[in-house]
């Protein structure tokens, strides 16, 4: 019997002895100073069913420990590893032919790579006098490093020919459209005589619709009186294919 059930018990049985007196005693029935003692004793009982129960809890040990009242563990905490960037760097596609040109060419040709092109752009008063289309000797000397790597390398190249937006009226040249086109055309057949495979080369003539500076200053109009010689960069080959041997 556990110590909860015997304090209960004897509360019981001490209530029944009282109730017992009380009906054999007249006299303690009229007698109200006794009364309290009932209530005295449901507070015992009450206080001792309170020190039971906390004694009960202090009694558990951790085997003894319901899962309810432990305490769950904070789950350890992994570091995640970095996430590596799934992008590509950015390269151009082009740039060890770019290279090349830089190491071999002086500053009368600007070298400009790009994604998918490499741009050579010659200024018109090297390659070209004033409202002409033919070759001056210097354009020649100009060009002639170009011959080598132009040559050996496989893309396509398109020469471009640029003017300025002031308008030119010639027999020779109506407008700078034709101009452009006669600049453009005319480095084409200088670089097919030095063995640069015809079918590699094309000529356009954009006049001025494609500036690079503005055309209210004569510096300006000069830069954009200009021959590019593009060089394009085909789909599907790699940087390795690109290297000029």
Known sequence: MSQWQ??????????????????DDPEA?????????ISYLDTLTLLLTMFVVLLTFADFTDEETPEAVKVVPKPEVVPRPPIE????????????????????????????????????????R???????????????????????????????ITVEGHTDNLPITTDQFPSNWELASARA????????RQGIASDRLRAVGYADTRPVAKN??????????????????????TQQDLQIE
């Open 29 to 37: 029935q009229d007698t109200e100073g006794e009364s309290w003692l």
């Open 185 to 192: 055309a005319s480095v084409v057949r200088y670089l097919q």
């Open 126 to 156: 090297i390659l070209f006098d004033v409202a002409e289309a033919e070759l001056r000797p210097q354009g020649l000397a100009t060009l002639d490093p170009l011959i080598p790597i132009l040559k050996n390398e496989p893309h396509r």
């Open 216 to 237: 209210d200053n004569p510096e300006g109009r000069s830069a954009n009186r200009r021959v590019e010689i593009v060089i394009h960069h085909k789909s599907g080959q």
């Open 6 to 23: 015997a304090a209960m018990g004897q509360s019981s049985k001490a209530r029944n002895n009282l109730a017992i007196q009380s009906l």
């Open 85 to 124: 960037s799934k992008r590509e760097p950015v390269e151009e596609a082009v740039t060890p032919l770019g290279g090349v040109l830089l190491d071999g060419l002086d500053d009368s040709v600007q070298v400009q790579v790009e994604k998918d092109r490499v741009n050579l752009v010659i200024s018109d």
